[in-house]
């Protein structure tokens, strides 16, 4: 998605340990009109898969999901981290390590919210390892929900997570690949 | 507002200590199209006030900020709350103390993001003691933005937190307003 990848070049900073700060528009600061883009072309790629719910993952991907339900006319649930005491005691549940910040989470969906009617698009702002989307696969399958496909705003390529995700014969529709990031360039796909 | 009221009396349910849950369509599973009634009441209430910002907390404020932004055509920020590592260390912080869930967080929004030029609009799901809205509110000050006021989904009227965010002479406005929840029952304003 040109649109999208012209943000990166323009606004992205790249940091020391192979992080990609877009806070400008996406992760902290959310440019909503971007955002509406990008989640009408999940729609365009998606839209004949008969998608009933999206699942996401907080905080990050609450935006670009929301955004993309209002195209597939279907509601967002978002998985939460760590021990949320509001969440019940009826959940599907799994581990997450997070490169980025080195800690591990529990990733929880409340069991009354996915179910085996579900045929899920799952969302999220960034794929590098996959760990977050593979806690996310494993709670629908917990749930015996169908994971239709993935759609990603910004895929690292030369990491292992699109394939891993892929391998498991799950699509995954990335709006921007990255192929490198060197010496303060980024390099798409 | 009838159509979050209605809502609430249907798919509210009532816990042990004063915990009125709505992650039905409100703060886990969120239904998009009630988000985009509310993001237009907000906008309705709110639409002279030439507003170039909403501010929000991760997580469950990001939905309701998003599709109100939309109405604005203005930017979402929303605070993060702990020590995130991608926040950067130009930031204002302020304590935070959720009674929910009787922890302290810290809550932190760029320097980049908010500045003496935003006229900001404060959006969450809830208000009850108003520590959340307390933090944001001082991040504003410390950033010389001007809060032009406070939109709400939910507020217990019984509680403190709407009197302290006026008498700050901030306009506080709420979609639905609870003055009592007893014995299984919900009473509005």
């Given at each position: ?121 799952i969302l999220?702002d960034f ?63």
């Amino acid at each position: 998605m040109k649109l999208l990848e012209q943000r990166i070049l323009r606004e992205g900073i790249l940091l020391e340990g192979d992080v990609l700060k877009v806070d400008s528009f996406l992760n902290h600061q959310m440019d909503v009109e971007l955002l509406h883009e990008m989640g009408k072309e999940f729609y365009t790629y998606f839209k004949n898969q008969n998608i009933n719910k999206i699942l996401t993952i907080e905080s990050s991907g609450i935006g670009i999901a929301v955004m993309a339900a209002q195209f597939f006319g279907c509601k967002v649930v978002f998985a939460k981290k760590g021990n949320s005491s509001n969440v019940g005691n009826e959940i599907y549940s799994c581990k997450e390590k997070s490169y980025t910040r080195n800690v591990e989470y529990t990733v929880q969906v409340s069991k009354k919210y996915v179910n085996e009617n579900d045929r899920v698009l799952i969302l999220d702002d960034f794929l590098a390892n996959g760990e977050a989307l593979n806690a996310l696969i494993d709670i629908c399958r917990q749930a015996n929900a169908q994971v239709i496909g993935c759609g990603i705003a910004i895929t690292k390529t030369y990491q292992p997570g699109e394939k891993r995700i892929q391998d498991m014969g799950i699509p995954v529709y990335s709006l921007a690949r990255i192929r490198e990031m060197k010496n303060g360039s980024i390099e798409f796909e």
